[in-house]
């Protein structure tokens, strides 16, 4: 199980359960399941429109997956992350702040999830 805080400036926090481990449970279907609106638009990493940032709630070392080859396009052409960023959490395996919500499936860990919201 992991809880996943759902945070924007003009909603009120949300923390809601779930289950880890799926391999097809992403952030965004999360969300819709419990009505957060976090802004999507093609649902397949390709828009950027549900860019979010993902940090850590609790001591342990964030486990997120890698960048999906998608979110790692999009990413770039966003300006969130350089080929430089991309390349030395691949060599350190360091997870990115900056995620597209349609694309990160959900692992066994604590998470605060901040999204913008219109
Ligand atoms: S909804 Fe388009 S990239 Fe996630």
Same mark, same amino acid.
């Given at each position: 199980?992991?809880?996943?805080? *759902? ?5 009120? /926090? ?15 279907? $999360?969300?819709? /399941?419990?009505?957060?609106? $976090? +802004? *999507? ?16 709630? /609790? ?33 350190? +395996? ?13 692992? +066994? ?10």
């Amino acid at each position: 199980m992991a809880l996943i805080t *759902f945070t924007s400036p003009l909603h009120k /926090d949300k923390t809601v359960y779930a289950i880890a481990g799926s391999h097809k449970q992403t952030i965004l279907q $999360i969300a819709k /399941d419990n009505h957060i609106p $976090i +802004d *999507f638009s093609c649902g397949e990493g390709d828009c950027g429109t549900c860019l979010v940032r993902v940090t850590s709630v /609790d001591a342990k070392n964030r486990m997120s997956g890698p960048l999906t080859d998608r979110e790692r396009v999009v990413l770039k052409e966003l300006g969130k992350l350089t080929q430089k960023d991309i390349d030395k959490m691949l060599v350190d +395996d360091i997870p990115s702040e900056w995620r597209l919500a349609c694309q990160m499936v959900i692992r +066994d860990e604590d998470i605060l999830v901040a999204y913008p919201s219109k």
